[in-house]
Every structure is written in structure tokens, then in C-alpha cells.
Nanobody
């Protein structure tokens, strides 16, 4: 009912920057929260950053001061500006949205397919 398409991933050197984008489409009535999660090989998926309809943000401790999450309410798009990237940031980054739709009752979580971010020299 909601499709999330991520873009912007790739290979970057330590200390470099990337900007991830996630565009939501479908039978959307309202998106409550959008966020980014990541999953590194052999590790569990973890929250990176999230932003609510009230523009309240939540960052994981390991990205505070380096990453910035923002949201375009007209385009239904969430961005993640990643600066000062470290090898430990290497992971598949997944877009998440909690949304009400026209064809489902209640609000549900939706996930994108993920985009690979590799930080390596």
C-alpha cells in the first residue's frame, strides 16, 4: 500500500559524505514518522534516525553530530545527510515509514528495499 524507494547509496572514503533519499508513494493518507535504519553483516537492524510529523528528531548515539535527517512533506520524501562517514557505518540502509493509507485500517510500518552504503579506503 506504501512503496518506499531509497537512493543515494554507494562507495565513499572515510570522512566523506553521502545523502540518502527515500520517496514514498501509494495510497497514503498520512505519514506519521519516517526514518532510517541500517543493518551491517552479522548484526541486527538498528535505528539510525527518525523524524515525526511534528519534526521531532531522534538519532542514534553513534551518528549524533554527523548525520542529519530531514523531511519534505510535499514530496513525501525523507533524507539522510551523512557526514564524516566511518567504516563502521558500512551497512544496508533501509527507509521506514509509519503511515495511514486509504486501503488499510490503522497505521502500519512500511519498508524500502534498502540501499548499500560502503565506507572504505
Amino acid at each position: 500500500q506504501v512503496q518506499l524507494v531509497e537512493s543515494g547509496g554507494g562507495l565513499v572514503q572515510p570522512g566523506g559524505s553521502l545523502r540518502l533519499s527515500c520517496a514514498a508513494s501509494g495510497s497514503i493518507l498520512r505519514i506519521n514518522t519516517m526514518g532510517w535504519y541500517r543493518q551491517a553483516p552479522g548484526k541486527e537492524r538498528e535505528l539510525v534516525a527518525a523524524i515525526t510529523s511534528g519534526e521531532s528528531t531522534n538519532y542514534a548515539d553513534f551518528v549524533k553530530g554527523r548525520f542529519i535527517i530531514s523531511r519534505d512533506y510535499v514530496k513525501n520524501t525523507v533524507y539522510l545527510q551523512m557526514n564524516s562517514l566511518k567504516p563502521e557505518d558500512t551497512a544496508v540502509y533501509y527507509c521506514n515509514a509509519n503511515a495511514w493509507t486509504r486501503d488499510r485500517g490503522g497505521a502500519y510500518d512500511y519498508w524500502g528495499q534498502g540501499t548499500q552504503v560502503t565506507v572504505s579506503s
